[in-house]
């Protein structure tokens, strides 16, 4: 059975989104240069390397997510810091869109058969690894509003931005959740995972 992991940074103070986007809150902010210390560079990459399917909102393909990562795979053929580029050309994508569903030049890249729930609902029970949701904060918090994750993983970075977007704030009734891990980096970011309690 698959899980299902949500991945996303968040500001010291708990937001995936700043209110003002001029506050450059992120240690790495996915550019050139990468600040990230060694350590969780390996840990990203340990993560992508046992994931089978990425589930992408339309709005990050069309934002360029996967032009970008390609990119960066044929850039660093070699370099073992950017596997987790190269995994992302090997894996299945699956799109998730509200609008029109047409079809991706990318390899191994498809629209979404159905609505969220149902479409993942019909994925978890098949064979493989993990899978793994990057879509922004409108599309991480409606796979948490509607229960369907099966762990988050916050890379906590360290700056605060007053006022921005929780990850949660679809969810009625609070969400407890259980912390199965915490590690620090010399970077200064914290990764604190979670499970639904």
């Known amino acids: 059975m698959s899980r299902l992991i949500v991945q996303m940074q968040t500001s010291a103070d708990g937001y995936v989104e700043a209110a003002d986007p001029a506050v450059r809150w992120a240690v790495w902010d996915w550019g050139q240069h990468w600040s990230w210390d060694d350590e969780l560079r390996r840990d990203f990459n340990e993560t992508l390397r046992a994931v089978d399917r990425i589930l992408l909102s ?10 970008h990562w390609a990119r960066s795979a044929a850039d660093h053929p070699d370099d073992p810091d950017y596997a987790f580029a190269r995994r992302i050309g090997e894996v299945e994508k699956i799109v998730f869109s509200t609008g029109e569903r047409g079809q991706f030049p990318w390899p191994r890249t498809r629209p979404a058969a159905g609505g969220l729930a149902a479409t993942i609902a019909r994925l978890k029970p098949e064979p ?7 879509g922004g904060t409108g599309f991480a918090a409606a796979l948490a509003a509607a229960g369907l994750v099966d762990e988050y993983q916050f890379y906590v970075n360290p700056t605060a931005v007053g006022r921005g977007q929780s990850l949660f704030h679809s969810v009625t009734g609070g969400l407890r959740l259980t912390l199965v891990r915490s590690r620090s980096y010399a970077c200064g970011i914290v990764v604190n995972t979670y499970t639904p309690a």
């Open 58 to 67: 339309r709005k990050m393909v069309e934002e360029g997510y996967l032009d």
């Open 128 to 134: 493989g690894g993990d899978m793994i949701a990057f």
